[in-house]
């Protein structure tokens, strides 16, 4: 403990490698991603996250020299990996949780990203940041979903990157906490559609991932959400 009665963070750094073997060659990337050792759930590395890369990692070949942002992105194990591979990559966390955008500036130094943009965007909510923002490829988001109040404002903030990036879509994991999770009504209220990606599609149903077994009994499941197709544009 300092002078000033703040704790200085406890920081643990987790290796996670994805692999893939091609007829006689084997790709493979590790990313190092910095934990704070705390009770604050955005900085740890959830099983979704580490889904949700593993898609990234699947999907690489298309993500170089995209725009990225993952929104909500703590440690930013997704942001990061889609970097690597590539990508032009924006992280964002709530505006106001400074220590969450600190961790997401350490996950980039952590792994020599040296052009990546933090911002402040906390969902819900149109701020000049928000409005300010480049055109979009592909959005973000790991475990968003968490908690039921904020539900819709992870999808108000999704909807309106989508309408002003009509070709983009949201890519995003969540993990299964209740028998009445459902966001299908309000996809519907935004004119947003949903399509379930089958995690064996990326070899990814399988206990350990990334050579990271997540703690815990988990049920994590991904889908990738659009404008409706009449929104979306020519």
Not at 45 to 69: G, H, I, M, S
Not at 149 to 175: C, G, H, M, S
């Amino acid at each position: 403990m300092d002078d000033s009665g703040t704790e200085t963070p406890r920081i643990a750094y987790k290796v996670f490698t994805f692999e893939e073997s091609k007829k006689d060659t084997e790709e493979s990337l590790s990313v190092c991603i910095p934990e704070v050792l705390d009770p604050h759930y955005g900085m740890y590395v959830w099983p979704c996250a580490v889904v949700l890369a593993r898609y990234l990692w699947a999907r690489r070949e298309e993500l170089r020299d995209k725009t990225v942002l993952e929104i909500g992105a703590g440690v930013s194990l997704p942001g990061v990996v889609a970097g690597k591979c590539g990508a032009k990559v924006i992280l964002s966390d709530n505006a106001t949780t400074p220590q969450c955008l600190e961790n997401c500036r350490r996950s980039c130094e952590a792994n020599g990203l040296r052009d990546v943009e933090v911002l402040g965007l906390t969902w819900g909510e149109i701020s000049p940041d928000l409005v300010l923002l480049p055109e979009l490829d592909v959005i973000l988001g790991s475990d968003v979903f968490y908690e039921p109040q904020d539900f819709e404002d992870v999808l108000v903030t999704v909807a309106y990157l989508l309408r002003k990036n009509p070709r983009a879509q949201f890519w995003t994991t969540y993990q299964e906490r209740s028998a009445d999770w459902s966001i299908e009504a309000l996809l519907h209220r935004w004119k947003l559609s949903c399509v379930d990606v089958e995690l064996e599609s990326f070899d990814t149903d399988k206990p350990e991932l990334a050579e990271s077994a997540p703690p815990g009994s988990y049920s994590v499941q991904m889908m990738i959400i659009t404008l409706k197709t009449e929104d979306a544009g020519p």
